[in-house]
């Protein structure tokens, strides 16, 4: 990133956070008087299975993927209540921006946080044993409070990934956008060229996008490879869209 000022990252404020009511003590240890930080964009989201299934791609396969699945979209915390089923998202910047919030939430695993760096937001955290039906122990969940990207390349997927253009101002943007020109619709794992009952409105014309998605979506149209899959972009448009997680 060349401009320092523009750094950015994304956090997520996670739902085992929500239910302990830490929303507060995050923001305000993640705030400018502590971090430097100023906030670029923040929301409540209902997170879908496809969201949190691209979000935490890397991890697709491993023990604890299902779980974290359900960890995130709010089925473990809130599965009688979808009406709870949320995280806040936010979008925080400024030197630094990635290597603060890290700091601020500490090591993944909440024992080693509470060993390694009391006081961290990771420390509050919890591990919850997996038990298969037989009640054998299969492995673990890890319930960290709260989400910070990694790297600079990470907040970049990350950011575009939870968040239109539009809903960060236009000074803030860090990323190229670009208007479009093109209408298309989604439903089923597919792109339509016209609405159809049940489809969701991806693009119209005139609407600004990020222009790497702009870029996959024509490639993935005209059925070429893509850098990244259909449901890498549209996924942030189904945000608060649809219901029915757990
Ligand atoms: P995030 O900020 O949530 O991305 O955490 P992280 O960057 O510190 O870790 P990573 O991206 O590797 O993992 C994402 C999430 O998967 C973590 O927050 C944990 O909830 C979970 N996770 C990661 N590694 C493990 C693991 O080895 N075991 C278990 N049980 N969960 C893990
Ligand atoms: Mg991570």
Avoid at 12 to 34: C, M, R, W
Avoid at 103 to 118: D, W
Avoid at 137 to 165: Q, Y
């Amino acid at each position: 990133m060349r401009n320092r000022e523009l750094e950015q990252t994304l956090a997520l404020i996670k739902p085992d956070a929500l239910k302990n009511s830490l929303t507060g003590y995050v923001l305000s240890q993640l705030s400018e008087f502590h971090t430097g930080l100023i906030f670029a964009g923040t929301k409540v989201v209902h997170v879908t299975r496809m969201l949190a299934e691209v979000h935490y791609e890397e991890h697709r396969g491993k023990v604890f993927y299902p779980s974290l699945i359900d960890y995130i979209t709010g089925c473990v915390h809130y599965p009688e209540e979808p009406h709870r089923q949320r995280v806040i998202a936010i979008v925080y910047q400024g030197p630094d921006a990635v290597k603060k919030v890290r700091e601020v939430a500490g090591p993944t695993n909440p024992h080693a946080a509470r060993e390694q760096k009391p006081g961290c937001v990771r420390s509050l955290g919890t591990i919850v044993t997996l038990k298969d039906g037989t009640g054998k122990e299969v492995g673990e969940r890890m319930d960290n409070l709260i989400h910070a990207s990694a790297t600079d390349e990470e907040a970049e997927r990350e950011i575009k990934l939870w968040f239109k253009p539009n809903e960060i101002p236009p000074f803030m943007r860090a990323y190229s956008t670009a208007r479009s020109e093109e209408l298309c619709y989604f439903r089923d794992d597919a792109l339509l060229p016209n609405y159809e009952p049940d489809s969701v409105c991806v693009v119209a014309p005139g609407d600004v996008m990020w222009e790497s998605d702009l870029e996959a979506l024509r490639l993935i149209q005209q059925g070429r490879q893509a850098p990244c899959g259909l449901r890498d972009v549209v996924a942030k448009y189904l945000l608060n869209e649809t219901t029915g997680n757990c």
